[in-house]
Structure formats: C-alpha cells, structure tokens
C-alpha cells in the first residue's frame, strides 16, 4: 500500500486470528497467499468501466482490469453459495464439535494430535470465510456506488460475522489451557507446526473478555465500527470536487496536486478544502464515534495507551515505536524542514504554498509513461536483484490479478490485497502515467511478492505484522528507483528524480509519523469528551506546521485535510509502521550493497517466513536489531544523504 496517498479501509488491520482475517478480508488489506485454482470466465464488468478507462488508452496503452474469477465468477454464481452453504454448516458443527472442551483434549493423551486436527479445520473455515470476504471486497473497491455490489458487500459481511460467531470460542477457550499443558503438547507431535501461530494467539490472552461478552463485541461490530468504516467508505466514493468547470472524484483531483502548472494545484487545492469543509459535519461524527468505540473496547480489555491494541497486533514493542517516533520528530529539521526550504529555493520563493509540496520540479519536462514502459521498468529492476522475484512479479501482469484504471466509483489510492492461501493477491492502482504511478507499481508488486512467498505458511502463519508488511514493498520501491537513476544520464532528469524520491521519504517517514501524533491527540483528548470540528483542524495544523516545517505555508483551507485519510479511520495507529518499513529498508539495503553474494536468497527466505518469526529474528541474518537507537538513526541518514546530493547538485 502507497504511503502518504489515501488508501482503501483497513488495509493492514493484521493480526492472525481468523477472526479478523475474515471479518477484515471484507476491508481490502494487504496480506496474502497462493494461487491454487484455474481462472474461469471472466465476470462482466460495470458498465462505466470501458468507457471511463478509454480516455487514458491513446496515452498509457490498455490498461487492466482485474479477473476476480479466480475467487467467484460472479455473485450469483453457484460456488459461492456452495461456499455459503459449506461454512454455514461447517461453523455450526465445529462448535458443536470442539466447544467447551478443548481442556480435556488438551489434557489427554494424543493431544497434540487432536488439537492440530482441530486447528487445521478451523484454519480451512478461516481460508474459505476469507475467500468470500475477498471476493466481496475487491467488487466494492473496484466500484462502491454501485447499489447492487454495496448491498452484496453489506450482506457477505453480515454473513461473515454471522458465521464466524460460532467459532468465536476457539482462540479463547484455547488461552485457558495451561501454558505447561500447550506447551506439551507443541514440543512434541504436529500441533508444533502452529505453534508460532498459538503463541500469537496466547499473547492477546490478558486482554480477552468472557465468552459472552466477546460474543456481543462481535456481533456488534457490524452495527459498531464496521458500519461507521463502510460510511466513511461510501462518503468518500461519493464526493465531488468542482475543478476547472469539471465534477471529479477524489483520485483525479489528489491527482492536480502534482501537476506542473501550479494554477491547476492551486485550483485542485481550494476545489478539495471547498467540499472537505461542507463534509465536515460527518467526518467529524465518525472520527468522534470510532474513537469513542475504540476507547469503550480498550478500556474493557484492559490496554492502558491509547495505541498499545496496535503495537499487540504489530507484534512490536511499544518502547521500539517510541524509539522511532522520537528518532523521526527529531531528525524533522534535517530532513522535511531541509528539504522543503531548498524546494521552495528551486521555485524562487522562500515559501510554498501547501498545494506546491510535492509539485514537480519547475522547467524539468514531464513524462507520461504507457503501461507497458511502467511494467518493463519495474520486471527488470525485479530481475537484477532476482530472477525469482521478477517472476512471481510477472504473474500479476500474465494472469489478470491488477486493475489499473481510473474510474468513477473506484476506490482512490493503491493496494495489494492478500486475499486466501486457495487464492492469490490482487493489485489495485490508479494508474496515471507519472513517474511516481511507476513507483507505485513497484511498491504494489513488492507487497505481492511478498504475499506469493508467504502463502505455504497457510491462512494462520503467513500474514506479517505491519511492521514487516512494508518490508517487501519499499525494497521493491528502491531498487526500481536506483536501476531508473542508474539509467539516467541528464542532469534535470537525475534532480527530477532524486527529488520524488526524497519527496517519497519524507512522505512515507516523516508525514506518517505526524499521522501517528496526530492520532495519538485525537484519542488522547476523545476521552475527556467530543471534538468539534475545529478542534481536529487545529490539532491537525499543529502536527502537520511541525513537521514540514517553515518553508511550507499551510494555506486556508488546508486545515480540513485530515478528513480524507482513510488509516484513521480503519486501522488506528496503523501509520507508523510505514516509517518502520521504510527505515528498515534503508537500513536493509545499505547492507545489500555492500554484500557480496547470498543477499537475494537471505532476503526472499525472510519474506517466505511470513507471520512466523519474530522481527528480531528476520533482521538478525542482515546484522541489523530493531532494538538499537541506532537503528532508526541509520535509515534516517539515508534520506539525509539523498537531500545532501541535492544540495549539491544546485
């Protein structure tokens, strides 16, 4: 998923429990598998999708749509009711199976048979309500006005619950058996195989509920967060911005934010705040109510920081996040603050305009770049590092798994959902021809990759804590971006893109960690009461005037820009592991280049581990320790190097 761009909901609400693998499979993460099943005839399409996509064809050639048939040939379809069917049953006979007695089992001899054959059923439940879930999802993501798909959405989420409510005593009934009985029962025999998954599992033990109420907190959901999630989703889809005499959805106006003529950023600017600040009323209502929610839950369980569910979920300590969050305010100065006044310098001014700050650089020519071009650029910087990884890249391109178009109703943004082990992940992008489109693409297909190598671990094991999530994505990012650089022999173009880069950095670093401030203040203060509009207007000019610093001038208007961003509202927190991602990655691929062979093979055995292994122990054959203060300051020096060679250049 495409840092410091809006995204679709929830898309890295990990953790790996089926529980939320099904119920959040509906939201369109980025954790996948493995393509099992042969493509059948292709769904029909909504109608506005040819005829939306076919202003791009003369400029960008043929862009994709998705083959959603690898999960369901449509939603009438025979397998999906058979699948409907089959969960139906199979959830009520597990339940009748296993419920209330997973103790005595535990406690028998031949348990760590019989607990394995019970996990590995509950795992299949998990592969086929996911499968169901996806399918689902990326219908709604690829067109959520359609009356027909939201209501099929609504439904399949509905039925999810519904299902999943019967296994719902599984993990927990599973966290009362003795610790020295499991443990028993894991070193010897095939439940051992899930014991990463178990101990995963265990530690969310002391914050479950009693049955019952953990009964009610999931069939409430669908009344609770969820219905507040899927509104801010049909809000968003359904907003218009008047722009030069033409009625655009959000992806196209974000879109004149990078165009080269600064009268069209600023129109696109003041089109934007126009319908943020008289959508303001609702998106205040659901950023009030999710925050309460959240706070009703984790006051119930027990967490006693405002972010210490997600730092559970990432599987990370919080005095390492705040190690990074503080690594991150303080290199604010030499980094965002740096960079943007040398921008500015570059525009003649000694400030810029908020609309200005990821413009592209004045008098440098700007490439539209076809489809085809952007596959290549990205297949063979995948090649030079590894053949192996260019080709589970190319699979995407073969087999129809990316819909790249722009249209009305489709959600903004990119992402690579994971879908199931049964299956394979999809690619959903916005492709528009510009160089950072390309970027985009690389990062998509990393994250993809990434699923693909993953999948053998199965539904439980191979989802990855966000943390690591963007480990794959921005490495597949940068070696795309250093094979163009070493291709580029103007001295413009080599500025030109030695600045999105940064740009990307500080965007993906810098802008996620204001985020995670800015989150932390608004449910931080949502406990002493309701936040008016202002209020989160102000509280989001005062992370965001800290960390981009002097040089950038927060316009009027700007104030209301919190409300589009779709982290916030499906997956609190979840930002930092953006810049997580991103200075392990700098930090990764300092020791790539200077390695001399084996480094391919290390790395893509750490992205096959998936959710198995801890990320002390995945860093650990790169010599790298998440642990250290030193850690962040080395990939931070990184972007600092990239601005200082700008610097130089003039």
């Given at each position: ?104 089992i535990a406690a028998q001899p031949g348990a760590s048979e019989q ?90 033990k002391p914050y479950q509920l009693e049955d ?439």
């Amino acid at each position: 998923m495409r840092a410091g761009r809006p995204i679709p909901p929830d898309f890295f609400s990990l953790t790996k429990r089926i529980s939320k693998m099904a119920r959040t499979a509906l939201k369109k993460k980025s954790v996948a598998r493995k393509s099992a099943k042969p493509a059948r005839k292709p769904a029909a399409k909504p109608k506005a999708t040819a005829k939306a996509r076919s202003a791009t064809l003369p400029k960008l050639g043929d862009l994709p749509d998705w083959n959603l048939n690898d999960l369901y040939p449509g939603i009438e379809s025979s397998a999906l009711k058979q699948d409907l069917a089959w969960v139906d049953s199979e959830c009520v006979a597990f339940e009748e199976l296993y419920k209330g007695k997973l103790g005595a089992i535990a406690a028998q001899p031949g348990a760590s048979e019989q607990l394995c054959e019970a996990v590995k059923r509950y795992e299949k439940i998990g592969d086929v309500l996911g499968r169901i879930g996806s399918y689902a999802g990326l219908l709604h993501a690829g067109n959520s006005t359609d009356a027909a798909i939201a209501k099929f959405y609504g439904d399949m989420n509905e039925r999810i619950t519904t299902a999943y409510s019967h296994l719902l005593f599984f993990d927990l009934e599973l966290n009362r058996v003795d610790d020295k009985v499991i443990d028993s029962a894991m070193s010897s025999g095939p439940l051992g195989h899930y014991r990463p998954w178990i101990e995963d599992v265990r530690k969310e033990k002391p914050y479950q509920l009693e049955d019952r109420i953990e009964q009610l907190f999931h069939e409430k959901s669908l009344t609770a967060y969820s219905a507040w999630n899927r509104l801010f989703d049909d809000t968003i889809a359904a907003l218009r911005f008047r722009i030069r005499g033409k009625e655009l959805s959000i992806e196209p106006a974000l879109n004149f934010m990078q165009d080269s003529d600064g009268a069209k950023r600023k129109d696109a600017a003041e089109a934007l705040a126009t319908t943020f600040k008289a959508n303001l009323r609702p998106f205040t209502l659901i950023t009030n109510t999710l925050a309460k929610d959240k706070e009703i839950s984790d006051r119930w369980r027990g967490f006693k920081d405002v972010a210490d569910a997600r730092h559970l979920s990432n599987r990370v300590e919080p005095e390492v996040v705040e190690a990074l969050v503080s690594a991150v305010r303080a290199a604010y100065p030499k980094l965002s603050h740096r960079y943007y006044a040398l921008k500015a310098k570059w525009f003649g001014k000694k400030k810029l305009a908020h609309w200005d700050r990821n413009a592209p650089l004045p008098k440098v020519e700007q490439r539209s770049i076809p489809w085809s071009d952007a596959r290549a650029t990205v297949l063979t910087a995948y090649g030079a590092f590894s053949p192996k990884m260019a080709e589970v890249a190319d699979r995407f391109f073969e087999k129809n798994w990316i819909d790249a178009g722009v249209r009305p109703g489709k959600q903004p943004g990119a992402f690579s959902h994971p879908t199931v082990p049964s299956a394979h992940p999809y690619v959903l992008l916005n492709y528009q021809g510009k160089p950072r489109d390309v970027m985009t693409l690389a990062h998509e297909l990393g994250h993809g990759v990434h699923q693909v190598l993953a999948a053998p671990n199965g539904a439980l094991m191979a989802p990855t804590p966000l943390t690591l999530a963007e480990t794959a994505s921005v490495f597949g990012e940068m070696l795309t971006f250093k094979k163009l650089l070493a291709n580029t022999a103007d001295k413009k173009q080599r500025k030109a893109m030695l600045a999105a880069k940064v740009e990307d950095m500080i965007n993906t670093v810098v802008r996620q960690i204001a985020f995670y401030t800015f989150e932390r203040k608004v449910h931080t203060e949502r406990r002493n009461g309701e936040l008016t509009a202002d209020k989160l207007c102000e509280l989001w000019m005062s992370v965001q005037a800290e960390s981009l610093g002097p040089a950038i001038d927060l316009k009027p208007g700007y104030e209301t820009f919190w409300v589009y961003i779709p982290h916030f509202i499906h997956s609190p927190f979840y930002v930092y592991a953006y810049a997580f991602g991103d200075c392990l990655v700098n930090s990764l691929y300092a020791v790539y280049e200077k390695s001399e062979s084996g480094f391919a093979e290390r790395y893509l055995a750490m992205l096959s581990a998936g959710g198995t292994k801890h990320h002390s122990e995945l860093l650990a054959p790169f010599g790298l320790d998440a642990t250290d203060p030193k850690f962040w300051d080395g990939g931070l020096s990184v972007i600092a190097s990239l601005i200082e060679e700008l610097e130089g250049l003039g």
